[in-house]
């Protein structure tokens, strides 16, 4: 199975970076993992006329085939163990790919959240979409890792 990451903006600090490539390359023995970046738009001419724009990117940029998850605050919780099932479950339903889209600062255009088979949310709590994307690395990470019984998680 294939994971596609479609996240709104790119990573400009280096520590965000750093981090988004360790996991990265973590995750090369577990999965085929694509990140796909499309422009942030400025949001002075109104969140809404971003949004739509950068909804239009990211709907350019998702695998027609894909199993789209859209992170967005709203969406399911899950524990550590109860993603790693999930994504188990997918993994052997049969889809060819699953892609997670994150949003820019203003967030999802309800386009992109239609389209979307289910969303995910990290928490309650805000975080920058930057470091979203690094959390997300770092849960398939540990969700590979759980499903193969392999130390990390604890």
Do not use: N
């Amino acid at each position: 199975m294939k994971i596609v990451i479609a996240a709104v903006g790119r990573l400009k600090e280096h520590h965000y970076r750093d981090a988004a490539a360790e996991y990265l390359k973590r995750l090369g023995p577990y999965a085929s993992l694509e990140t796909v970046e499309v422009a942030d738009i400025d949001l002075a001419p109104g969140e809404e006329r971003a949004r739509r724009i950068e909804g239009e990117s990211l709907a350019k940029a998702l695998p027609a085939d894909a199993y789209v998850i859209a992170l967005d605050s709203e969406g399911l919780q899950y524990s550590s163990e109860e993603f790693s099932r999930h994504l188990a479950e997918m993994m052997h339903s049969g889809l060819s790919s699953v892609a997670f889209v994150i949003g820019g600062s203003a967030g999802l255009d309800r386009s992109v959240l239609d389209r979307a088979h289910e969303r995910l949310s990290l928490g309650r709590m805000t975080l920058p979409h930057q470091l979203a994307r690094v959390v997300l690395l770092e849960q398939v990470y540990r969700a590979f890792r759980i499903m193969r019984h392999e130390p990390y998680h604890r």
